[in-house]
């Protein structure tokens, strides 16, 4: 179970006769989060294109507990050599949201990483989000 998430439960009996009882009063627990020594991994949540750019969006990732200040944006026309520092193409972003502008027609793959006050940088999100701008 996700970490910082909230789930409420309530039980209803049943008899072997089919017998119904009512539900139970609702209990709700919270999944905790643990201590942070990095940053929470961001997950980009979607994005689109127009002729020559590709916009990102992203959410902070769970249990964050605000040590994120800015993120840094990785791009790469390979979904498995995103992550390098080669590959960075914006830092210091403090939205939720990239513009990417000026590619050419192809796949892009991308990565953003949440980075803490004392510069400790997050994991990116396992799985690089992948978008194309295709051919006219």
Do not use: H
């Not at 990732?61 to 800015?70: I, N, Y």
């Not at 193409?89 to 949201?97: E, M, N, R």
């Amino acid at each position: 179970m996700p970490a910082g998430t909230t789930w409420r439960y309530v039980v209803r009996a049943v008899s072997t006769r089919s017998m119904w009882s009512d539900f139970s009063p609702m209990a709700e627990v919270t999944i905790a989060c643990p201590v942070m020594t990095t940053p929470a991994v961001p997950r980009i949540t979607g994005g689109g294109r127009d002729a020559d750019s590709v916009r990102l969006n992203w959410e902070v990732g769970a249990c964050d507990q605000g040590a994120t200040v800015s993120y840094n944006v990785y791009r790469s026309t390979s979904g498995s050599d995103v992550f390098t520092p080669e590959r960075r193409i914006a830092s210091g972003v403090t939205a939720l949201t990239y513009t990417d502008p000026g590619l050419a027609r192809g796949y892009y793959y991308y990565v953003v990483t949440a980075v803490a006050a004392d510069s400790t940088e997050s994991a990116p999100q396992v799985k690089p989000f992948e978008i194309s701008l295709p051919a006219p």
